[in-house]
């Protein structure tokens, strides 16, 4: 199967608290992003980064990859409520963007 | 601008019946892709449509589903003779190319069948 893994599966924080979640595919890495839902509706792209980088930031979110590992991590520091959500990596191997299959996250206030 | 738009965003039919699911792809986007998402699940990839290319059907679970795009535009997600096992939402989303451009979604149409 193309689709990534990601643990854990569920995750519940105190507000403050970091989050990190992860994800691993079992072919190459390519342009590896990360997004987020509400709701169980539309996704919104939150970062991506390319398979020649190692990290990035961008705001409270910092994301690394590890292409030999074929894997990639998220984590959201300073965790807000509003953080509560879903969250998904996907990465365009074989020539289309296929999905892990999630983190639920849940920011107890 | 206009985000994404598909319609309808809730349809519920009877077992066995056809619905057409529809996708407005954001003006000038050259990707187009349809996922499906069982409750509480992640998201299943169905076909994705890039430019004038013939398009990625890989993920199309049986013959009863087919999916067009028209003039690099608008796409129509059709699934015959509906089974439960089809409920879902199914999501569309488009991007300005291929790799390294962010996908942007619609709010998906939440499909019953009864």
């Known amino acids: 199967s193309q689709q990534g893994e990601e643990d854990p599966q569920a995750l519940s924080i105190q507000e403050g608290e970091n989050a990190t979640m992860n994800c691993s595919y079992k072919t190459s890495i390519n342009n590896l992003q990360w997004y987020r839902q509400n709701s169980g509706r539309g996704l919104v792209h939150l970062i991506l980064?390319?398979?020649?980088?190692r990290e990035k930031h961008s705001g409270r979110l910092r994301v690394t990859l590890d292409t030999s590992k074929k894997s990639s991590s998220l984590l959201i520091t300073a965790s807000r409520a509003a953080d509560t959500a879903s969250y998904f990596c996907?990465?365009?191997?074989?020539?289309?963007?296929?999905f892990g299959t999630g983190t639920r996250l849940t920011i107890i206030p | 601008g206009a985000g994404v738009s598909q319609s309808p965003s809730n349809k519920v039919t009877e077992k066995g019946k056809d619905v057409e699911l529809r996708c407005d792809p954001i003006?000038?986007?050259?990707?187009l892709y349809w996922y499906r998402q069982s409750l509480g699940q992640g998201l299943e990839f169905l076909i994705y449509?890039?430019?004038?290319?013939?398009?990625?059907k890989s993920g199309l679970p049986s013959d009863r589903f087919s999916a067009e795009r028209t003039g690099g535009s608008v796409s129509t997600l059709t699934i015959q003779r509906t089974q439960q096992e089809d409920s879902a939402v199914y999501l569309c989303?488009?991007?300005?190319?291929?790799?390294?451009?962010?996908?942007?979604f619609g709010n998906g149409t939440r499909l019953t069948v009864t």
């Open positions: 996907a990465n365009f191997g074989n020539e289309k963007l296929t």
């Open positions: 449509f890039q430019g004038n290319s013939a398009p990625d």
């Open positions: 003006s000038g986007h050259t990707a």
């Open positions: 989303a488009s991007s300005l190319d291929r790799v390294a451009s962010p996908l942007h």
């Open positions: 980064i390319r398979s020649n980088e």
